[in-house]
């Protein structure tokens, strides 16, 4: 219900009333090859539904995208489980952007 209430407050109405408005607000919708490299984390039990987050990763690797999928247990959301995955997204940067270049010397 909470997902559901967050959900038609951002469109302004129920997604099975208003579909076309729904697919225009879905990030997996606008999907393409030019999309930037994409982390995903997701919780397997947390409020953004985990199956969300593997047809996006499908998604995107379809379009030829980098993506990576990291899936933590229990329920937490977001910032809650930043620290957890924490070694993994500096792992991700490192291999789309590059390591890090250090600063010379003022």
Same mark, same amino acid.
């Given at each position: 219900?909470?997902?559901?209430?967050?959900? =038609?407050?951002? #469109?302004? *109405?129920?997604? =099975?009333? *208003?579909?076309?408005?729904?697919?225009?607000?879905?990030?997996?919708? /606008?999907?393409?090859?030019?999309?930037? @490299?994409? +982390? +995903?984390?997701?919780?397997?039990? %947390? !409020?953004?539904? !985990?199956?969300?987050?593997?047809?996006?990763?499908?998604? #995107?690797?379809?379009?030829?995208?980098? %993506?990576?999928?990291?899936?933590? @247990?229990? /329920?937490? /959301?977001?910032?809650?489980?930043?620290?957890?995955?924490?070694?993994?997204?500096?792992?991700? !940067?490192?291999?789309? !952007?590059?390591?890090?270049? $250090? $600063?010379?010397?003022?």
């Amino acid at each position: 219900p909470l997902l559901r209430d967050a959900v =038609s407050a951002f #469109l302004g *109405c129920v997604p =099975s009333a *208003c579909p076309v408005t729904a697919a225009a607000a879905s990030p997996i919708t /606008h999907v393409s090859r030019d999309a930037t @490299p994409m +982390l +995903l984390v997701n919780a397997e039990d %947390e !409020l953004v539904p !985990l199956d969300q987050a593997q047809r996006m990763a499908v998604a #995107l690797a379809a379009a030829g995208v980098v %993506e990576q999928l990291l899936v933590v @247990p229990g /329920h937490l /959301h977001a910032s809650e489980y930043a620290t957890q995955v924490w070694d993994q997204t500096v792992a991700f !940067l490192a291999r789309v !952007l590059g390591p890090p270049q $250090r $600063r010379p010397a003022a």
